[in-house]
């Protein structure tokens, strides 16, 4: 004969169940700042996805970056001890008024997921035509153990995998 739990507790085994399962694979928000956004960046056609580890990484994604601005600008320093830099870059747009921004990071186990925003000016607004390429560079707090960056978009799908194992 089987026996009934009082509703109160049936309740609570329920509760305690979906707490665990989902606390278990959260995400935890990660700290970060955008410090950099452009127009102009590099010289790709689609969308550029980096992260810096390092200072020789950062001078030669930054160099990238700026290599059509003479004199270029100062680099910006960074405690490789605590940050890490990442960049998006959207590629070519035929006019001015797009861009690209990281509006949130989480950090789930040893992976960075960066989430990317692109907005793109409206149809029927008067805008300079000009080749653009839009950027976003921010500066992360770095994680105890990093393995992955995913730059994700707004509906979680990952555009681009860097696994920053070492070989």
């Not at 707490?19 to 990660?30: D, R």
């Not at 805008?127 to 976003?136: I, L």
């Not at 992955?148 to 990952?158: A, C, H, I, L």
């Amino acid at each position: 004969m089987a026996t009934k739990l009082p509703k109160l507790q049936l309740l609570a085994i329920l509760m305690l169940t979906l707490i665990l399962a989902t606390g278990c694979s959260a995400a935890n928000p990660q700290a970060f700042s955008v410090f950099e956004r452009g127009s102009a960046a590099m010289e790709t056609e689609s969308f550029t996805f980096a992260a810096a580890l390092d200072q020789s990484s950062w001078q030669s994604l930054y160099e990238k970056i700026h290599a059509h601005r003479l004199p270029p600008p100062q680099l910006p320093e960074v405690d490789w001890q605590k940050n890490l830099i990442v960049m998006v870059a959207s590629g070519w747009k035929p006019s001015a008024g797009y861009g690209v921004d990281i509006p949130r990071m989480e950090l789930k186990s040893e992976t960075l997921r960066v989430f990317v925003r692109t907005s793109e000016p409206p149809a029927d607004s008067i805008r300079a035509t000009v080749m653009t390429q839009p950027y976003a560079l921010a500066l992360v707090e770095r994680p105890a153990a990093l393995k992955v960056v995913e730059f994700v978009d707004g509906e979680g799908q990952v555009l681009q995998r860097l696994d920053l194992s070492p070989l």
